[in-house]
Nanobody, 123 residues
Framework: QVQLVESGGGSVQVGGSLRLSCAASGFTFSRYAMGWFRQAPGKEREFVAAITRSGGSTYYAESVKGRFTISRDDPKNTVYLQMNSLKPEDTAVYYC????????????????WGQGTQVTVSS
């Protein structure tokens, strides 16, 4: 069955870095655009970053642009989110998701979702 399993979350101090991974199985990974979303306590889930099926183009929310980098490794069926210069407002549960069509900022375009991994940034 389809699975997306995130890992790499944890607690880090302001200015620190984390790399999230999302391992996919049960579908043809290379045919899907991939995205990362996050949900902070008391807030709606929001777009963070996305990458096209080819990996040739990436897209970011303004709040993370220049600090986060999304990448994919198709032979490993894995998408990554490198997060640098972390801020307290980056604290959230981070989800990866798979989109069978073109890359999108919108959650409704994503068919498959992981269970999420917690990232906590403290000052």
């Amino acid at each position: 069955q389809v699975q997306l399993v995130e890992s790499g979350g944890g607690s880090v101090q302001v200015g620190g870095s984390l790399r999230l991974s999302c391992a996919a199985s049960g579908f043809t990974f290379s045919r899907y655009a991939m995205g990362w979303f996050r949900q902070a306590p008391g807030k709606e889930r929001e777009f963070v970053a996305a990458i096209t099926r080819s990996g040739g183009s990436t897209y970011y929310a303004e709040s993370v642009k220049g600090r986060f980098t999304i990448s994919r490794d198709d032979p490993k069926n894995t998408v990554y989110l490198q997060m640098n210069s972390l801020k307290p407002e980056d604290t959230a549960v981070y989800y990866c998701a798979a989109n069978p069509a073109a890359v999108s900022y919108y959650q409704r375009h994503y068919d498959y979702w992981g269970q999420g991994t917690q990232v906590t940034v403290s000052s």
